[in-house]
Every structure is written in structure tokens, then in C-alpha cells.
């Protein structure tokens, strides 16, 4: 099944202690992409990447880092998380830079800061 | 910053009945996508519906379907015969021919009365 596997499902954490979450994708797909949701504000795009070795911030890149050694992986690393670092986070990938099918997504983090 | 903007943080619709949920965006490209996804209780992010800027013609999925205004920049969408398991936060999403980015609204919860 063509899929975003995201890891894990839900994260408590506390302030500081490094974490990552994972993010692996079947489709050979070259773009993808890190999110955060928050309430009232939408889905803001943290990083992307467009292909192996090549990532860029989106608009909320403050606080994580991102890696892209292999053409299915995408982790997202938090160094010293923060309790505004609160949210429910998506991957999501697509075919290319070109989005005109949209984005297949993960099934998201829930992850909580203290 | 190029934008999207749902105006309604919330909407109610009796079941069978018809609702409409706007969107409008900001863009400077010629060529773009559009999206509606939709977001249940599970958190999943499910594609509703797309539109290719270059056509005329509004898409229509079942019963989804928008009302794409181009020189407005409107993008509503529009369920027919509402049924109880549509209840969910809608998102609309702009995407460019470049940088793989798709821009999100704030969202619109949808809740459907028996």
C-alpha cells in the first residue's frame, strides 16, 4: 500500500530532551515535506526537500532540523524542544516539486512538550 | 507572504441539507492548484478535491464540488446531501508549479445534525 509512515503517534516529552520523529514514504517520491498544525492557525510548513541532500526552511523552521540522506526518509529533529514546540506535526510527500496532485500525508504526531 | 484565508472557524448543516465553505487565497503565479482537504476525528488529512487554475471547468467529486472564481481568488467548496460522516475540519490548500509548497487556510469545522 503507497503510504507516509509516521512514528510516532503521539510524544510527551519535557523541555530540552532531544527527540526525532520519523517519517519513511513507499512511493519513490521526490518532494517532501514537514507540517505543523495548530489550532487557528492552519498547517505551516516547517521544512521541505526537494530531493536527497537538497532541504530548505519553509516558514517555521525556528527550533527544528531536518535531514534527507536517503530518498524515502525524512526525519524531523527537535535538539531541545520547547513547550511552544506543542502541536500535532505532519509529513507529507509528493511526486514532485510540482504539487498538482497534492500531498499524500502522514497520520501525524501529537506531541507535547512540559 | 502568499495567503489563504477561511473566514468560518466553524459551520452546522442539518443532514441531507447543503453547505458551503469558503476559501480565498493571495497568489502572483499564472499557473497553481487548488485542494480541499478534509480532516475527521482520526486526524488523517484526506483529499477531497482539486482544481487546476488553468481550467475553467469546476471540479466535482460525488457530492463535492467548487465554485472556483478566478479573478476573485475564491475557491468554495460545496457538499450536497450531507451526510453524518462529513462532520470534520476542512482545509483549503493553494499549490504553485514550484518548491513543492502548499499553502493551508485556518480551517473550517464542519459539523453535520442528524
Known amino acids: 500500500e503507497a503510504q507516509v509512515t509516521q512514528n510516532p503517534r503521539y510524544l510527551i516529552t519535557v523541555t530540552g530532551k532531544k527527540l526525532t520523529v520519523t517519517c519513511s514514504q513507499n512511493m519513490n517520491h521526490e518532494y517532501m515535506s514537514w507540517y505543523r498544525q495548530d489550532p487557528g492557525l492552519g498547517l505551516r510548513q516547517i521544512y521541505y526537500s526537494m530531493n536527497v541532500e537538497v532541504t530548505d526552511k519553509g516558514d517555521v523552521p525556528e527550533g527544528y532540523k531536518v535531514s534527507r540522506k536517503e530518498k524515502r526518509n525524512f526525519p524531523l529533529i527537535l535538539e531541545s524542544p520547547s513547550p511552544n514546540q506543542t502541536s500535532l506535526y505532519f509529513c507529507?510527500?509528493?511526486?514532485?516539486?510540482?504539487?498538482?496532485?497534492?500531498?499524500?500525508f502522514g497520520s501525524g504526531t501529537r506531541l507535547t512538550v512540559v | 507572504a502568499q495567503t489563504v484565508t477561511q473566514s468560518q472557524p466553524e459551520m452546522s448543516v442539518q443532514e441531507a441539507e447543503t453547505v458551503t465553505l469558503s476559501c480565498t487565497y493571495d497568489?502572483?503565479?499564472?499557473?497553481?492548484?487548488l485542494f480541499w482537504y478534509k480532516q475527521p476525528p482520526s486526524r488523517q488529512m484526506i483529499l477531497v478535491i482539486r482544481q487546476e487554475a488553468y481550467k475553467q471547468q469546476n471540479a466535482t467529486e460525488n457530492r463535492f464540488s467548487v465554485n472556483f472564481q478566478k479573478a476573485a481568488k475564491s475557491f468554495s467548496l460545496k457538499i450536497s446531501d450531507s451526510q453524518l460522516g462529513d462532520a470534520a475540519m476542512y482545509f483549503c490548500g493553494r499549490g504553485g508549479t514550484s518548491y513543492g509548497k502548499l499553502t493551508f487556510g485556518q480551517g473550517t469545522i464542519l459539523t453535520v445534525h442528524p
Open positions: 497568489t502572483s503565479e499564472s499557473d497553481y492548484y
Open positions: 507529507a510527500s509528493s511526486l514532485s516539486s510540482v504539487v498538482n496532485y497534492g500531498y499524500t
